[in-house]
């Protein structure tokens, strides 16, 4: 599976943006997938991810940093994977990257870069007045 994340761009404190993570390739619904971000300087940070289709319940997990201010869905009928984030602040600002595992534990969030197979290029978010 190919993943294209899009959707980052500049956006003023306390804006929202929603970033896109399409899949081609394959069905994007058969795959856990995640968000991630990194800021200069710093590791790679899990975000959010959502259960594949195996999942009847399409569990979403968030990390505490952001939960309560991004939203992860799914659009089938467009092969993509949503991340709504509202009430940004500067230090949301970092590369927002998705990525996809065809391997899960139900109930469990994947939080480890390394237990995702299959990345996209990532995108830029930037929150600055």
């Known amino acids: 599976v190919q993943l294209q994340a899009y959707g980052g761009g500049l956006v003023q404190p306390g804006g929202s943006l929603k970033l896109s993570c399409a899949a081609s390739?394959?069905?994007?619904?058969?795959?856990?997938v995640g968000w991630f971000r990194q800021a200069p300087g710093k590791e790679r940070e899990w975000l959010s991810s959502?259960?594949?289709?195996?999942?009847?319940?399409?569990?979403?997990f968030y990390a505490e940093s952001i939960k309560g201010r991004f939203t992860i869905s799914r659009d089938n009928a467009k092969n993509t994977v949503h991340l709504q984030m509202s009430t940004l602040n500067p230090e949301d600002t970092a590369v927002y990257y998705c990525?996809?595992?065809?391997?899960?534990?139900?109930?469990?969030?994947?939080?480890?870069?390394?237990?995702?197979?299959?990345w996209g290029q990532g995108t830029q978010v930037t929150v600055s007045s």
């Open positions: 390739g394959a069905t994007l619904g058969d795959y856990y």
């Open positions: 990525a996809a595992d065809n391997e899960e534990i139900l109930g469990t969030p994947l939080v480890n870069p390394d237990e995702y197979e299959y």
């Open positions: 959502i259960s594949s289709s195996a999942d009847s319940a399409e569990s979403a």
